[in-house]
């Protein structure tokens, strides 16, 4: 029986070491002792210390994202709080395996024995996380507004990953889409799935005919300058990762209603995430084998 460590994370790492029980590992988790459905799981060893979890265990895998503040990883499922410096200190001769891994870990474990991969290096869960973000997006706006979004004008701003997931989906449901993007090719691929194409230098006189603007880039795209031209009405969904695209404090200076939907696989569909990051995992370690 294969032994793996799991450390901390959210629901996702939950529904992982479930999979993982199931598919036969020996599971050795810490920072997860509030999870109850995997307290009784016969494969699962919750330990007390993080080098009781780690010894003799060569795979450790941590959250997605490993941190939040970039001082300490998450671990929602605990009271214990774990520092970037101090899971460095253990994870000599290690593989260790997380996502949206932190510089300040590579830098505490230089010199050391550790093999660092980070899973959203890899084109394979990102591309499939797109869905669950996309859905995820989509449900926020159906929540936050009074109207359907079969008619809505809405803008996607990126066309990206992401971009392109949201912007299908819009399609498929009546959205009147319309897509934001600097590259010609990429407004090309917009005209010919049958949305409008938005340049950048083009926005400003357009913000105010949409109900609904989805923001992709993980850059200041929606400063406070461009926020006025929208109508008070319009719903802003930021799904850029930190710091985001939208100026929050200027938006609710003017009543502008912001959402910033943050880890959306995690969230709205933590099974379907934990499958495409055990199969990740999976591939990994059948590539290192090889």
Known sequence: MQKVTVIGGDLRMVKLVEMLARDNYEVYTYALEKAESISKLE?????????????????????IPLSSNNISINTPFSEESITIEELAQVLDEKIFIAGNIKSELYEYTKGKNVQILDLLDREELVV????????????????????????????????????????????????????EARKNVDLAWIRAYGYVP????????????????????????????????????????????????????????????????????????????????????????????N
């Open 128 to 179: 499939l996380n797109t869905i669950s973000t996309a859905e995820g997006a989509i449900q926020i706006a159906m929540e936050e507004t009074n109207s359907t979004i079969h008619g809505s004008n809405i803008l996607v701003m990126g066309y990206g990953r992401v971009g392109k997931i949201v912007a299908h989906m819009l399609k498929g449901i009546g959205a009147n889409v319309y897509c």
């Open 198 to 289: 938005i340049r950048l230098n083009e926005l400003n006189r357009t913000l105010q005919n949409y109900d609904i603007v989805i923001n992709t880039i993980p850059s200041m795209v929606l400063d406070e300058r461009r926020l006025q031209y929208l109508k008070k009405e319009c719903l802003i969904i930021d799904l850029a990762s930190n710091p985001g695209g939208v100026d929050r404090i200027a938006s609710k200076k003017l009543g502008i209603k912001t959402i910033w939907a943050l880890s959306l696989p995690g969230k709205v569909a933590p099974l379907t995430s934990a499958e495409f990051i055990r199969d990740t995992i999976y591939n990994i370690l059948k590539e290192m084998e």
């Open 43 to 63: 494969n699962v060893i919750q330990t007390e210390t993080i080098q009781e979890a780690l010894q003799d265990r060569k795979v450790v895998i941590g959250p």
